[in-house]
Protein backbone atom coordinates (compact mmCIF):
# COMPACT_ATOMS: atom_id res chain seq x y z
CA UNK A 1 0.00 0.00 0.00
CA UNK A 2 1.55 3.00 -1.26
CA UNK A 3 1.14 6.26 1.13
CA UNK A 4 3.19 8.78 -0.93
CA UNK A 5 2.08 8.45 -4.72
CA UNK A 6 3.63 10.57 -7.73
CA UNK A 7 1.11 10.01 -10.47
CA UNK A 8 3.31 11.34 -13.63
CA UNK A 9 6.27 9.52 -14.14
CA UNK A 10 7.65 12.66 -16.30
CA UNK A 11 7.30 15.95 -16.70
CA UNK A 12 8.63 18.14 -19.95
CA UNK A 13 9.21 21.85 -19.43
CA UNK A 14 11.11 24.74 -21.32
CA UNK A 15 13.54 26.67 -20.18
CA UNK A 16 12.63 29.46 -18.03
CA UNK A 17 8.96 28.41 -17.52
CA UNK A 18 7.34 27.17 -14.37
CA UNK A 19 7.73 23.24 -13.72
CA UNK A 20 4.89 21.43 -10.99
CA UNK A 21 5.52 18.92 -9.84
CA UNK A 22 2.84 16.91 -8.25
CA UNK A 23 2.98 14.84 -4.36
CA UNK A 24 -0.41 12.98 -2.90
CA UNK A 25 -0.03 11.13 0.30
CA UNK A 26 -3.18 9.03 2.24
CA UNK A 27 -1.89 9.13 5.79
CA UNK A 28 -3.49 11.99 7.61
CA UNK A 29 -0.44 11.32 10.22
CA UNK A 30 2.13 12.67 8.23
CA UNK A 31 3.63 15.70 9.53
CA UNK A 32 6.94 16.48 7.44
CA UNK A 33 7.34 16.73 4.14
CA UNK A 34 10.41 16.54 1.83
CA UNK A 35 11.55 16.71 -1.81
CA UNK A 36 14.66 15.18 -3.03
CA UNK A 37 15.92 15.32 -6.56
CA UNK A 38 18.15 12.33 -8.05
CA UNK A 39 20.84 12.54 -10.57
CA UNK A 40 21.78 9.39 -12.61
CA UNK A 41 24.30 7.24 -10.33
CA UNK A 42 23.83 9.38 -7.46
CA UNK A 43 22.20 8.96 -4.31
CA UNK A 44 19.05 11.32 -3.81
CA UNK A 45 19.87 15.39 -2.72
CA UNK A 46 17.40 17.05 -0.48
CA UNK A 47 16.12 20.08 -2.26
CA UNK A 48 13.19 21.57 0.22
CA UNK A 49 10.71 20.58 2.98
CA UNK A 50 8.00 21.51 4.37
CA UNK A 51 6.18 21.07 8.31
CA UNK A 52 2.30 20.56 8.50
CA UNK A 53 2.20 23.84 10.10
CA UNK A 54 2.38 25.28 7.25
CA UNK A 55 1.36 25.84 4.07
CA UNK A 56 4.26 27.16 2.05
CA UNK A 57 7.42 27.27 2.11
CA UNK A 58 9.75 29.36 -0.34
CA UNK A 59 13.74 28.53 -1.32
CA UNK A 60 15.41 30.89 -3.75
CA UNK A 61 13.94 29.33 -7.01
CA UNK A 62 11.96 26.47 -5.31
CA UNK A 63 8.97 26.27 -3.56
CA UNK A 64 6.38 24.10 -2.36
CA UNK A 65 2.92 24.06 -1.44
CA UNK A 66 0.70 21.96 1.27
CA UNK A 67 -2.73 21.49 0.95
CA UNK A 68 -3.14 19.20 3.97
CA UNK A 69 -7.61 18.75 3.54
CA UNK A 70 -6.65 17.29 -0.14
CA UNK A 71 -3.31 15.64 1.13
CA UNK A 72 -1.44 17.46 -1.54
CA UNK A 73 1.45 19.01 -2.00
CA UNK A 74 3.28 20.56 -5.17
CA UNK A 75 7.10 21.58 -6.18
CA UNK A 76 7.36 24.84 -8.29
CA UNK A 77 10.67 25.79 -9.76
CA UNK A 78 10.65 29.00 -11.35
CA UNK A 79 12.55 29.72 -14.09
CA UNK A 80 13.37 26.25 -14.89
CA UNK A 81 16.49 25.65 -15.90
CA UNK A 82 18.26 22.40 -17.98
CA UNK A 83 20.12 21.88 -14.94
CA UNK A 84 17.34 21.07 -13.20
CA UNK A 85 16.21 17.80 -15.38
CA UNK A 86 16.68 14.84 -12.92
CA UNK A 87 14.04 12.82 -10.96
CA UNK A 88 12.22 14.00 -8.67
CA UNK A 89 11.15 12.68 -4.64
CA UNK A 90 8.76 13.33 -2.61
CA UNK A 91 8.69 11.70 1.05
CA UNK A 92 7.07 11.97 3.88
CA UNK A 93 7.50 11.17 7.59
CA UNK A 94 5.06 11.19 10.49
CA UNK A 95 6.04 13.13 13.55
CA UNK A 96 8.10 10.72 15.43
CA UNK A 97 10.92 10.79 12.02
CA UNK A 98 11.72 7.38 11.85
CA UNK A 99 10.21 6.58 8.76
CA UNK A 100 10.34 7.73 5.58
CA UNK A 101 8.30 7.28 2.92
CA UNK A 102 9.04 7.99 -0.49
CA UNK A 103 6.61 8.63 -4.03
CA UNK A 104 7.63 5.97 -7.12
CA UNK A 105 9.46 9.68 -8.48
CA UNK A 106 8.82 12.41 -11.40
CA UNK A 107 11.64 12.71 -14.32
CA UNK A 108 12.05 16.60 -14.98
CA UNK A 109 13.34 17.45 -18.70
CA UNK A 110 13.93 20.72 -19.08
CA UNK A 111 14.41 21.69 -22.70
CA UNK A 112 16.89 24.73 -23.51
CA UNK B 1 32.94 17.59 5.85
CA UNK B 2 32.98 14.48 4.19
CA UNK B 3 29.87 12.99 3.22
CA UNK B 4 28.15 9.66 2.91
CA UNK B 5 29.82 7.07 1.59
CA UNK B 6 28.68 3.20 0.85
CA UNK B 7 31.13 0.21 -0.18
CA UNK B 8 30.89 -1.89 -2.37
CA UNK B 9 29.76 0.00 -5.35
CA UNK B 10 28.47 -3.02 -7.11
CA UNK B 11 27.70 -6.45 -5.96
CA UNK B 12 26.70 -9.79 -7.80
CA UNK B 13 25.75 -12.81 -5.37
CA UNK B 14 23.57 -15.92 -5.80
CA UNK B 15 20.08 -17.14 -4.47
CA UNK B 16 20.46 -17.95 -1.10
CA UNK B 17 23.94 -16.52 -0.12
CA UNK B 18 23.99 -13.54 2.27
CA UNK B 19 25.11 -10.06 2.02
CA UNK B 20 26.92 -7.16 4.09
CA UNK B 21 26.65 -3.62 2.52
CA UNK B 22 28.16 -0.78 4.69
CA UNK B 23 27.81 2.73 5.08
CA UNK B 24 29.90 5.85 6.60
CA UNK B 25 27.84 8.20 7.63
CA UNK B 26 28.32 12.07 7.14
CA UNK B 27 30.80 13.81 9.95
CA UNK B 28 28.40 14.49 12.81
CA UNK B 29 25.59 12.60 12.27
CA UNK B 30 23.91 10.14 14.45
CA UNK B 31 21.26 8.51 12.73
CA UNK B 32 21.04 6.37 9.47
CA UNK B 33 18.34 4.82 7.61
CA UNK B 34 18.32 2.25 4.56
CA UNK B 35 16.59 2.25 1.54
CA UNK B 36 15.96 -0.45 -0.99
CA UNK B 37 15.10 1.20 -4.78
CA UNK B 38 13.84 -1.31 -7.00
CA UNK B 39 14.53 -0.17 -11.20
CA UNK B 40 11.66 2.60 -11.75
CA UNK B 41 10.77 3.15 -7.69
CA UNK B 42 11.15 5.16 -5.32
CA UNK B 43 13.16 4.27 -2.12
CA UNK B 44 11.74 2.19 -0.05
CA UNK B 45 12.26 2.30 3.68
CA UNK B 46 14.07 -0.57 5.35
CA UNK B 47 14.82 0.56 9.01
CA UNK B 48 16.48 3.26 10.83
CA UNK B 49 19.08 3.09 13.64
CA UNK B 50 19.78 6.15 15.78
CA UNK B 51 22.45 5.71 18.40
CA UNK B 52 23.07 1.92 17.79
CA UNK B 53 19.20 1.09 18.08
CA UNK B 54 16.84 -0.42 15.70
CA UNK B 55 14.31 2.62 15.73
CA UNK B 56 11.84 1.98 13.12
CA UNK B 57 11.28 0.02 10.56
CA UNK B 58 9.60 -1.01 7.69
CA UNK B 59 7.85 -3.96 6.04
CA UNK B 60 10.57 -6.16 5.43
CA UNK B 61 11.21 -9.62 6.52
CA UNK B 62 13.66 -10.28 9.54
CA UNK B 63 16.20 -11.44 6.97
CA UNK B 64 17.24 -7.77 6.91
CA UNK B 65 19.13 -6.71 9.89
CA UNK B 66 21.47 -4.02 10.14
CA UNK B 67 24.11 -2.58 12.77
CA UNK B 68 25.01 0.79 14.00
CA UNK B 69 29.04 1.32 15.43
CA UNK B 70 29.39 3.44 17.95
CA UNK B 71 31.18 6.19 15.25
CA UNK B 72 28.06 6.03 13.57
CA UNK B 73 29.05 3.54 10.53
CA UNK B 74 26.50 1.43 9.64
CA UNK B 75 25.60 -2.12 8.11
CA UNK B 76 22.80 -3.63 6.48
CA UNK B 77 22.70 -7.65 6.45
CA UNK B 78 20.17 -9.52 3.87
CA UNK B 79 20.53 -13.82 4.58
CA UNK B 80 18.93 -16.43 1.95
CA UNK B 81 19.20 -13.77 -0.71
CA UNK B 82 16.26 -13.46 -3.31
CA UNK B 83 16.09 -12.67 -6.63
CA UNK B 84 13.68 -9.87 -5.61
CA UNK B 85 16.33 -8.75 -3.30
CA UNK B 86 18.12 -7.34 -6.54
CA UNK B 87 18.15 -3.24 -6.05
CA UNK B 88 19.75 -0.45 -5.21
CA UNK B 89 20.16 0.03 -1.40
CA UNK B 90 21.21 3.41 -0.18
CA UNK B 91 21.38 4.68 2.84
CA UNK B 92 20.93 7.96 4.66
CA UNK B 93 22.35 9.70 7.46
CA UNK B 94 21.30 12.64 9.73
CA UNK B 95 21.21 14.15 13.11
CA UNK B 96 18.99 14.06 15.84
CA UNK B 97 17.92 16.15 17.52
CA UNK B 98 17.55 18.76 14.81
CA UNK B 99 15.02 20.89 13.20
CA UNK B 100 14.56 19.33 9.55
CA UNK B 101 15.63 16.35 9.53
CA UNK B 102 16.48 16.00 6.05
CA UNK B 103 18.57 13.33 5.62
CA UNK B 104 21.89 13.08 3.11
CA UNK B 105 22.11 9.93 0.96
CA UNK B 106 24.86 8.20 -0.21
CA UNK B 107 25.62 7.11 -3.70
CA UNK B 108 24.17 2.81 -3.05
CA UNK B 109 25.35 0.15 -4.00
CA UNK B 110 23.84 -1.92 -6.86
CA UNK B 111 23.28 -6.01 -5.48
CA UNK B 112 22.04 -8.37 -8.15
CA UNK B 113 20.90 -11.34 -7.17
CA UNK B 114 21.05 -14.31 -9.72
Known amino acids: DQQVKQNSPSLSVQEGRISILNCDYTNSMFDYFLWYKKYPAEGPTFLISISSIKDKNEDGRFTVFLNKSAKHLSLHIVPSQPGDSAVYFCAASERNFNKFYFGSGTKLNVKP | ?114
Open chain 2, 1 to 114: ETGVTQSPTHLIKTRGQQVTLRCSSQSGHNTVSWYQQALGQGPQFIFQYYREEENGRGNFPPRFSGLQFPNYSSELNVNALELDDSALYLCASSFRPGGSYEQYFGPGTRLTVT
